[in-house]
Every structure is written in structure tokens, then in C-alpha cells.
């Protein structure tokens, strides 16, 4: 099967500070891939990468066989057509209401009348269970309810590629658990890629079907489930087990304790 | 050599961002032309801006019209010329005070909002979300925005002009008692459609592109904090009362200084 | 918001304002300037001082206004002013009529004050007026009374 998205030898960075470093990946179609590592490791920026709102140093992001950062603007905002991304919070638009911003999307890029849209907005709705809330103001959901929607609104188009920035984070258990099935089901039932990126290793874990562990800037293991969970390496360990010292440092780069309180040298 | 260079950075990173924003201004009034085919964009800010701001305009309009009444009055007593009452008040609020305290006004009000509004939503991840979606958003967002801020500034100040003079006329002739037929005789021949009005509409119009670029721009690019948010609200405010006033100086000379 | 309401107030909103403007245009200026006296035929006339006359600026007689300058030159021949007069068609003047230039008021604006000679024959486009008086200019007005002053006194 053809990549449908791939990062070749990928370099990131802002100035001196290197973010990542030659990075190669495969994303294919019909799989969920979880991107885990600790914060500040580039794993939002891969995202951003994609959807071609940053410009990597060097290396090339090909999306459906187009070079990402080559295309014009019309072109670029063809491919981000078909791309759905999730925000940390949601990111809805605070002034519309649920439905229509569910429904932005097919408006902003369809034609299709407007009886058509609302019943596809109730159908993108139902799908992630609120179909009842449509309504609403986004000041009136709660934040699981606020990350659906926002769900729904970014899969209005079918895209075959969605991205969750942190999907997880801040919900409470049987928040989660519905996220993070929603992700699962969607990603089989439309058939598209999807990429998670997340602190939350047991609920990633549960959903994904490849691991990427990013560390230093660079893909520091990577595998199923599985075999992360039976790796030796430190990077892994140190994640997996929660361990506060190991390869990511507890202590911030300072001077020796002595030196700091003035005491002998 | 360092410390000769600071100065010299500073001045190049000045014209840039000056470059930077003229830039911006020219792109914004492109898309903001291509924003009244969406009328709906429109009317709905024309709304926010102009409708929300009435009250304060109206108001103010009023009470800036008693003053002058009496201060005008008191003045022109001095002089036995309280006959002109009406030809002072009407002057002074069509050629200056209606374009500029409306402007003001309409900055500290209808600007901040806007400051608010778009860097609140850059804040939110909101701006990202619609450029992800393949939408741009100085179009969608920014563009109606500065169409109907536009739109809406004369028609602002005409109203406050327009109540002005009649917070004159309630002062001059209802409370003080000055002849109502010299009032509005002397006005009529002392204000010129063309020079006077014509030129206060001139004025509130450039007050509008003024205003609604200083305070889209400000907030486009605040910092996505809270704190970024509130120092951009400031920023506009200032920012947009110097240039109103800075501009109105450059106005007044090249149109009236010809009489 | 319901959509009409939005409409609705919006449209009240600009009606308003341009009311406002309608308003400030019609009622409390006047539009003299804008709206034309009508067919007009040009005469000229030369003075030797203008004083602070300006285009646009009123012809009087008997104070009604009767039509309007319409250009201010300088002949550098004769080294007089010459002021073109758009006079309205309606009225027509002797040949041998007058004018001068008048300040409205004390220190007000100035105007051409037209007076009519009895020529029978009446004037026609392109003709000139020859009978003009200039503006009084203050200071030489200051500078006559102080030499008349001196005069007076060196006669004693």
C-alpha cells in the first residue's frame, strides 16, 4: 500500500534550538498511531508540520503524494480540505453554536443546501453521541462535550487524515473512555489515518496500532503496543514506568548545589 | 561596535514593521471589499460595531451640544454676537468635534472590543482551527470586521453632529432664550454643505480606516495570554487616539487652511 | 439574535445616520454653493485692489444676491486685478453701472455690491464694467489719517 503520509529526514528548528532532528516516519490509512514523549519533544510540531503551518529546515512532508510545503496557498488549502485536526481544547468558534460550527465547514467549502447540511451536522453529531446538544452554545458544554463537538466538526468533510493534539487531557475517566473510542471507531469506520498525540500512555496505548516515541528529537523507539510495553530501552522504561530520573533529567541544567549557596569549594 | 549597531537594528526592525503593517492595511481593505459578498458577515458586525455604539454616541452628542451651547454662549455675549450661537455650535461640531470625539469614542468602545474579540479567539486556538479548516481568516474574521467599522463611522458622527446641534438649540434658544429664527438663519448661511460638511464626512471616513486597522492589526498579532490580550486593548486605544488626533491636524490644514 | 431582528436594527441604524447626514447637509448648511444660480452670462471688471475678495464670493444689488465671481486674475499689462463676474440671467444690468467691493458686516466676509448706472443699453456677455471702486485696505486707510493728522498739524 503507497504512503499516504510520510516525513523524510524531517529537520525542525527555531534558531539554535533544534526540535527535531532528521526524523523519518509512515503514517497508512485505516491505522491509529499514537506520538508520545515528553513535553517540548516536537510532537505538536510534527502536527504542525503536516498541515504545513510550520516549514521544516530540511526533509520533505509528502501528504497523498503532494509535497506539503511546495504547493501555493490554493494548493495547500486544497490538502488541508482533507485533513480534520482536533485541538487540546477544542477550539471552537465561541461565537456560533454548536451546530453551526459543526457545520462551518461544509459552508465554508460546499455548496450543498442548507436542509442537506443540517441533516449531515445531525449526522456528524449523533456520531459522537450529541446530537441532543446541538443547539447549545459553546459556553454551555462542559469540556468533554466541547472536544466532541469539536470532533464532529472535524471529521464534517470525511477527511482521510485526522490529528488529536492531546485529545485526552484534563477529562475525566468516562470522558476519556468516550474519546478515545470515538477515535478508534471513527478511525475504522471512515476508513482514514489518524495520529494521536498524548501524555495519557494507557489510553493511547489502548487505541493504537503503532507507537512513536519521540525524545532528544529524534524517534527514540518505536513499535506496537506491545512491544514498547517489553522494551529494554531507558527512553521507554523511564515513560512507561514513570520513573522521575532517568533519561529525562529531574533536575534543570544549573551549577553545582555548593557553588550556589557559597559554600567551600 | 555592538552598541552602534543597536540603534541601527532597532531603526531597520522599525521600518520593517512599519512595512509589515502598511502591507497588512492594503490586504485588509482587498478582502474587506471582497467581504460585502457576504452580506450576512457584514450586516452582523455593522451590528456589534455600529449599533452597540449608539447609545454612548448618541449621548455624548447630546451633551457636547450643551456645553458648546453655553460655553458659546458666554463667549459670544462678550462680542454681542449671541445670534451666532448656531453658526458655532454647528462648526464646530461638523468640522471638528463630531468626526474627532466620535472617533475617540468609537476607538475606546467598538475598538477594544474588537482588539479583544479577535485576540481572544487567536488565544483560543480558534485563528489555527480556521486556518487548519483551509479558511483564512483575516478574510472570514478580520475583513467584515473592518467593512462594517468603515461603514459605520460616518454615519456615527453624522449622528453625533446632528444631536449636537440640537443640544445647542435646546441650550441656546429652549433654555437661554435666543432667537430660534437667527439660530438657524445664521447657521444655514455660515455652514457649507460642500467645505464644511462635506469635509467633516471626509474626515470621520479616514477616522474609520484608522480605527478599525490600528485595532484589527493590534489584535491579530497580540500575544495569545491573557495578559497579551489585555496589554493589545491598551495598545489600540492609545495607538488609535494619537493617530486620530495626528491625522486630524494634517486634515484640518490641507482642507481648511485654504479659507 | 434572530436573523430579521439583526436586519431590522441594522437598517434603522443606517437610516439614521444617513438622516443624520441629510440633515446636517440640508438643514444647517446651506448648499448656495452646490446648487447653481442657473443660466449665467460672464461680464468682467478691474480694480486696482481686491482686498480679501474670493471666488465664489457674492454679487449684490440691493442686497439680493444676483450672481457669483467666478474667477479672480491678474492682468500684468495694466497691473489691475481682473475679476470675472457670473451674473444670473434673469437680471440685466445698465452699461454704465457700477460696482464695489463691500465687507459684510464689520469685519465679515466681501462681497461685490452692484449698483445700476441709467444707460439704456443693457449688458451683454463679455462686456466689462468700467466704473469700479477698489476695497478699502485698513492700513492704507491708517496711513491717510495719520498724514492727514500731520498735514493738519504741520499747517497750523
Known amino acids: 500500500m ?6 523524510d529526514r524531517v529537520r525542525f528548528g527555531y534558531g539554535k534550538r533544534v526540535i527535531l532532528n532528521d526524523i523519518s516516519m509512515r503514517f497508512e490509512r485505516g491505522r491509529v498511531v499514537a506520538l508520545i514523549g515528553g513535553s517540548g519533544s516536537g510532537k505538536t510540531t510534527i502536527l504542525r508540520l503536516i498541515g504545513g503551518q510550520l516549514r521544516p529546515q530540511q526533509g520533505a512532508v509528502v501528504f497523498d503524494g503532494h509535497d506539503v510545503h511546495r504547493l501555493d496557498r490554493d494548493g495547500l488549502y486544497a490538502l488541508r480540505r482533507r485533513m480534520g485536526m482536533l485541538y487540546q481544547f477544542g477550539a471552537l468558534f465561541t461565537d456560533l453554536s454548536s451546530f453551526e460550527n ?3 465547514p461544509m459552508r465554508e467549502h460546499t455548496d450543498l443546501p442548507e436542509s442537506m447540511i443540517r441533516d449531515l451536522v445531525l449526522l456528524k453529531l449523533e456520531a459522537v453521541g450529541l446530537r441532543g446538544a446541538a443547539h447549545l452554545r459553546t459556553s454551555e458544554l462542559s469540556g468533554g462535550m466541547a472536544r466532541r463537538v469539536a470532533l464532529a466538526r472535524a471529521i464534517a468533510l470525511d477527511p482521510p487524515l485526522i490529528m488529536y493534539d492531546e485529545p485526552f487531557a484534563g477529562l475525566d475517566p468516562v470522558a476519556l473512555a ?15 489515518a489518524s495520529i494521536v498525540v498524548s501524555h495519557d500512555i494507557k489510553d493511547a496505548f489502548a487505541i493504537a496500532d503503532h507507537v512513536f516515541l519521540l525524545a532528544g528529537g529524534r524517534i527514540a523507539a518505536q513499535g506496537t503496543p506491545d512491544e514498547m510495553k517489553a522494551s529494554e530501552d531507558p527512553n521507554v522504561r523511564q515513560f512507561l514506568d514513570g520513573d522521575i530520573d532517568g533519561p529525562i533529567a529531574f533536575h534543570f541544567q544549573a551549577k553545582p548545589l555548593a557553588e550556589d549557596l557559597g559554600l567551600g569549594a | 561596535m555592538r552598541t552602534l549597531l543597536l540603534p541601527l537594528q532597532w531603526l531597520v526592525e522599525f521600518v ?16 474587506a471589499v471582497a467581504a460585502l459578498r457576504r452580506p450576512r458577515l457584514v450586516i452582523d458586525q455593522i451590528h456589534f460595531i455600529g449599533n452597540y455604539s449608539l447609545s454612548i454616541i448618541l ?6 451640544g450643551f456645553v458648546l451651547g453655553l460655553q458659546g454662549y458666554y463667549t459670544l455675549r462678550r462680542y454681542g454676537s449671541e445670534e451666532a450661537l448656531g453658526v458655532l455650535v454647528t462648526l464646530s461640531l461638523v468640522r471638528e468635534l463630531g468626526p474627532v470625539v466620535t472617533a475617540l469614542l468609537f476607538a475606546g468602545r467598538a475598538g477594544t472590543s474588537l482588539t479583544a474579540e479577535v485576540g481572544l479567539m487567536k488565544a483560543g486556538e480558534q485563528i ?3 486556518e487548519m479548516m483551509a479558511v483564512d481568516p483575516v478574510a472570514r474574521v478580520l475583513a467584515p470586521r473592518f467593512a462594517a467599522a468603515v461603514f459605520s463611522m460616518p454615519l456615527l458622527a453624522a449622528l453625533f453632529s446632528a444631536l449636537g446641534v440640537l443640544g445647542g438649540y435646546l441650550v441656546g434658544v429652549a433654555m437661554i432664550g435666543i432667537d430660534a429664527g437667527a439660530f438657524w438663519s445664521q447657521m444655514q448661511a455660515g455652514v457649507d454643505w460642500l467645505d464644511d460638511v462635506g469635509n467633516g464626512v471626509a474626515k470621520s471616513v479616514v477616522f474609520g480606516f484608522t480605527v478599525a486597522f490600528v485595532a484589527l492589526y493590534v489584535g491579530f498579532n497580540a500575544q495569545p495570554t491573557p495578559e497579551g490580550v489585555a496589554r493589545a486593548t491598551t495598545t489600540t486605544v492609545v495607538a488609535a487616539s494619537l493617530a486620530i488626533l495626528g491625522l486630524d491636524f494634517v486634515m484640518t490644514a490641507l482642507m481648511f487652511s485654504a479659507n | 439574535m434572530k436573523r430579521s431582528g439583526v436586519d431590522l436594527l441594522v437598517g434603522l441604524f443606517v437610516l439614521l445616520g444617513f438622516g443624520a447626514l441629510v440633515f446636517l447637509a440640508l438643514r444647517a448648511g446651506n448648499m448656495s454653493s452646490a446648487v447653481g444660480l442657473g443660466p449665467t452670462y460672464e461680464t468682467t471688471a478691474r480694480f486696482d485692489n481686491i482686498g480679501g475678495l474670493k471666488p465664489r464670493a457674492a454679487v449684490r444689488s440691493a442686497g439680493v444676491v444676483v450672481g457669483r465671481v467666478s474667477a479672480i486674475r491678474f492682468d500684468d499689462k495694466a497691473y489691475q486685478a481682473e475679476v ?3 451674473l444670473d440671467q434673469r437680471y440685466r444690468f445698465p452699461k454704465d453701472s457700477s460696482v464695489k467691493i463691500l465687507t459684510s458686516g464689520l469685519l465679515g466676509e466681501q462681497y ?18 468700467t466704473m469700479t471702486q477698489s476695497a478699502v485696505v485698513l492700513e492704507s486707510l491708517i496711513g491717510q489719517f495719520l498724514y492727514g493728522r500731520a498735514s493738519e498739524e504741520g499747517g497750523k
Do not use: Y
Not at chain 1, 178 to 192: F, K
Open chain 1, 102 to 104: 459543526v457545520a462551518f
Open chain 1, 2 to 7: 503507497p504512503d499516504f503520509l510520510s516525513l
Open chain 2, 59 to 64: 449621548v455624548s452628542g447630546l451633551l457636547i
Open chain 3, 112 to 129: 461685490i455690491g452692484l449698483e445700476p448706472g441709467g444707460d439704456p443699453e443693457l449688458l451683454a456677455a463679455g462686456d466689462r464694467i
Open chain 2, 16 to 31: 520593517g514593521s512599519v512595512g509589515k503593517g502598511a502591507r497588512f492595511f492594503v490586504h485588509l481593505c482587498w478582502l
Open chain 1, 178 to 192: 468516550t474519546v478515545a473510542q470515538l477515535i478508534r471507531r471513527l478511525n475504522d469506520a471512515l476508513g482514514c
Open chain 3, 84 to 86: 470675472v463676474l457670473a
Open chain 2, 128 to 130: 489555527d482551527a480556521m
